[in-house]
């Protein structure tokens, strides 16, 4: 089974950057995937950005280059560095992972989502 628990949330202006963190505890298989999803008020969970086994990234149309996902050399701690914020971006942010196998195009569009494993989530507060 697997645990994870982000941090790094916070409140910042329009412009400003955060870098969030995802501790991630018991076993990853070598072809699993982990990314980062976010949930604001009144809308659906919607992929943000995911990272595979090969450490190759994919992000949605609305953060490209201004997000970058990282992630340790032992898979242990997923990171998430925002730079140039929008009020847009306010939303809960939770980290997942799908530890059987997947790709990050297929983690972000929550394919196979009733395996994944969810942290409890850290808010991220834009203001203009």
């Known amino acids: 089974q697997v645990h994870l628990e982000e941090s790094g949330g916070g409140s910042v202006q329009s412009g400003g950057s955060l870098r969030l963190s995802c501790e991630v505890s018991g076993y990853i298989s070598n072809s699993g995937c982990m990314g980062w999803f976010r949930e604001a008020p009144g809308k659906e969970r919607e992929g943000v950005a995911a990272i595979d086994s090969d450490g190759r990234p994919t992000y949605a149309e609305s953060v490209e280059g201004r997000f970058t996902i990282s992630q340790d050399n032992a898979r242990k701690t997923l990171y998430l560095e925002m730079n140039s914020l929008k009020p847009e971006d306010t939303a809960m942010y939770y980290c997942?992972?799908?530890?059987?196998?997947?790709?990050?195009?297929?983690?972000?569009?929550?394919?196979?989502?009733?395996?994944?494993?969810w942290g409890q989530g850290t808010q991220v507060t834009v203001s203009s």
């Open positions: 997942a992972a799908d530890s059987r196998g997947s790709t990050g195009w297929l983690l972000l569009n929550l394919v196979g989502a009733e395996n994944f494993s």
